[in-house]
């Protein structure tokens, strides 16, 4: 660390958090939209406590980001822990459930293609964050933050069955709205 110039420190503190902090962000938030723009209070704080009083006293870069992100989380929510509690699908046979795991483990060379085209996957995205906050949050920490389905469970205290719905739900309503 030593030598090592301000911006120079950011950068690799910012590409070696990003993950995490993502992470963490989208599990406390209601949206994707929200996490976004904390996401981008968190960096901005972080760059002006290091411009100011440098980065030399700081240990673990990765858990002063987290407790910066933990502030701006509470700050942004007022304090007041701001949850989405979905359904439970527990309506659904052990028959259905497999079906929806058996597609869900398909590969969909249809959908990867379409969403090499930047434009509509963008649209594709804000339509679903739009849609349903929960599921915004589902697919940005699955398909963004590459974290395993169960991990998506277990961050936003969810029934991995839940997830699994949601997620192959909302991929067979995308590709009907979207002629995939």
């Given amino acids: 660390m030593a030598g090592e110039t301000l911006e120079a420190y950011f950068n690799k503190v910012y590409s070696e958090t990003f993950r995490a902090v993502s992470r963490f962000v989208?599990?406390?938030?209601?949206?994707?939209?929200?996490s976004e723009?904390?996401?981008?209070?968190?960096?901005?704080?972080?760059y002006q406590r290091?411009?100011?009083k440098g980065y030399d006293d700081i240990e673990n870069a990765e858990a002063f980001v987290i407790n910066i992100a933990k502030?701006?989380?509470k700050s942004y929510y007022g304090n007041v822990k701001k949850?989405?509690?979905?359904?439970?699908?527990?309506?659904y046979t052990e028959e259905q459930m497999v079906e929806i795991e058996a597609q869900?483990?398909?590969e969909q060379p249809v959908l990867e293609d379409v969403l090499g085209n930047d434009i509509l996957a963008k649209q594709i995205f804000e339509d679903i964050a739009n849609d349903d906050p929960?599921?915004?949050?589902?697919?940005?920490l699955h398909f963004v933050c590459d974290m395993k389905l169960d991990e998506v469970a277990r961050t936003l205290d969810l029934n991995l069955s839940t997830v699994k719905n949601k997620l192959y739900r909302t991929i067979e309503k995308q590709k009907k709205k979207f002629d995939l």
């Fill in 71 to 73: 502030f701006e989380c």
């Fill in 26 to 34: 989208v599990s406390k938030c209601g949206s994707v939209q929200e």
């Fill in 104 to 106: 869900m483990s398909k």
């Fill in 37 to 46: 723009d904390i996401v981008q209070n968190i960096y901005t704080r972080f």
């Fill in 50 to 52: 290091i411009a100011k």
């Fill in 83 to 91: 949850r989405s509690i979905s359904a439970n699908f527990s309506d």
């Fill in 134 to 140: 929960v599921i915004g949050r589902i697919f940005y």
